[in-house]
T-cell receptor, first 115, second 116 residues
């Protein structure tokens, strides 16, 4: 079974609008971390935001926020006021358990921002 | 400037060649990773090094040979590759030990490999 599911292969949004990228996860470990990364066409994987399983509040980093719904096992990324430079692939990823665990990635969502 | 640098950025090699990918992290981290990203597939973990010791080898063929001489440098030696090995190879690093699954893994810009 997939541990990270991103159901949107592609999303379109107009500049200055908000967009939500979906992510659901599957784990039986009570301790886990959820991450979102951005990958432009150049290839670099850029860390955006982190949410821990025990965090009470949703994470925010500038225009990025994470809508964490633990009971639903979802961790959607919200980008407010989209910019042309936001066009990229976006990956949701998870680390489970104690230290030295590794990241499991979803298949990604391609976001295109139009003027 | 990224905290994790990879060279070369682009590499074209024949199936009989031997080449190496290099990664250096400037973040003082104690763990380093190689990931492979093929078209239309999720990122796949290849190798993990903690404090220079290999702790994970994710069933990677022996034509890929990692080397970690110290905690700042990681190499991936390539020999007799196949065309299906063409992919983006991403190096990453993290500081492990205190925050458990909350330790962020930081990636480099990747090395685009084409095997002809």
């Amino acid at each position: 079974a997939q541990k990270i599911t991103q159901t949107q292969p592609g999303m379109f949004v107009q500049e200055k609008e908000a967009v939500t990228l979906d992510c659901t996860y599957d784990t039986s470990d009570p301790s886990y971390g959820l991450f979102w990364y951005k990958q432009p066409s150049s290839g670099e994987m850029i860390f955006l935001i982190y949410q821990g399983s025990y965090d009470q509040q949703n994470a925010t980093e500038g225009r990025y926020s994470l809508n964490f719904q633990k009971a639903r096992k979802s961790a959607n990324l919200v980008i407010s006021a989209s910019q042309l430079g936001d066009s990229a692939m976006y990956f949701c990823a998870m680390r489970e358990g104690g230290g030295y665990s590794t990241l499991t990635f979803g298949k990604g969502t391609m976001l295109l921002v139009s003027p | 400037e990224t905290g994790v640098t990879q060279t070369p950025r682009h590499l074209v090699m024949g199936m009989t060649n031997k080449k190496s990918l290099k990664c250096e992290q400037h973040l003082g981290h104690n763990a380093m990773y190689w990931y492979k990203q093929s078209a239309k597939k999720p990122l796949e973990l290849m190798f993990v090094y903690n404090f220079k010791e290999q702790t994970e080898n994710n069933s990677v063929p022996s034509r890929f040979s990692p080397e970690c001489p110290n905690s700042s440098h990681l190499f991936l030696h390539l020999h007799t590759l196949q065309p299906e090995d063409s992919a983006l190879y991403l190096c990453a690093s993290s500081q492990e030990g205190d925050r458990g699954p909350g330790n962020t893994i930081y990636f480099g810009e990747g090395s685009w490999l084409t095997v002809v």
